[in-house]
């Protein structure tokens, strides 16, 4: 359809844009994280002069360049780790030899190359645990969202990971840790996160102990 002008753009794969779109790379539920490549097809009846990739901060009209390409097919590699993590508008602006533009908008992509934050909160450090425990965690995570967090164990100061059970999706973030075919000694714990955005972070490591035969 026609942009502005006399300058047209044809279809966009992602997003609503017939200008510009996403192609490549990390994209969930409308999020961005690493190295993108934004595409645009564009035509015109006297030809097409250059497209120019922008963005702005959602909403606020301030239009960065990205990139300019002169020859199709009209594409530019993005490293969203060159801005802000946040929500952003990306338009590209086609031009025809007589100047006319044509222009659209795909509308509010969220850039986040931020892993979560979080912590274990039960067991505490230095805790002494028995049997089955119950291993449980807070996590945040201000762009995208928490996707899950996997719990995992290793002796202590071995960093040999090994998950206690599948992911967790849901909150409260728990698992049943079950200690009694370990030997008895200390344990690290920690919770592995992912976002929504693909991001990943872990928790600070609680060490334990674990005991489940006495000794005289």
């Known amino acids: 359809g026609v942009c502005s002008g006399t300058t047209s753009c044809g279809s966009s794969s992602w997003g609503t844009s017939s200008c510009g779109s996403w192609s490549s790379g990390t994209v969930s539920a409308g999020t961005a994280t690493g190295t993108k490549t934004l595409t645009a097809t564009a035509s015109d009846a006297s030809g097409v002069t250059q497209v120019v990739f922008q963005l702005s901060p959602t909403g606020q009209n301030n239009w960065t360049p990205v990139a300019t390409d002169t020859e199709a097919p ?5 490293a969203t780790t060159s801005v802000a993590d946040g929500v952003y508008d990306f338009r590209a602006v086609a031009t ?4 006319n533009p044509g222009t659209s908008v795909v509308p509010s992509r969220m850039i986040d190359n931020t892993g979560a934050t979080g912590s ?10 028995s049997g089955t425990a119950a291993v449980t965690a807070t996590a945040t995570d201000a762009g995208s969202g928490v996707s899950q967090i996997t719990f995992e164990r290793s002796p202590a100061g071995q960093n040999a990971w090994t998950a206690i059970s599948v992911a967790d999706t ?3 973030y728990s698992v049943n840790w079950t200690t009694t075919a370990l030997v008895d000694g200390n344990y690290d714990l920690r919770g592995v996160i992912l976002d929504d955005a693909g991001n990943q972070s872990t928790t600070p490591v609680v060490t334990v102990v674990v005991r489940n035969r006495h000794t005289f």
């Open 170 to 172: 849901t909150v409260p």
């Open 74 to 78: 009209y594409s530019t590699s993005f």
């Open 120 to 129: 274990i909160t039960s067991p505490t450090m230095g805790a002494i645990v």
């Open 96 to 99: 025809d030899p007589a100047g």
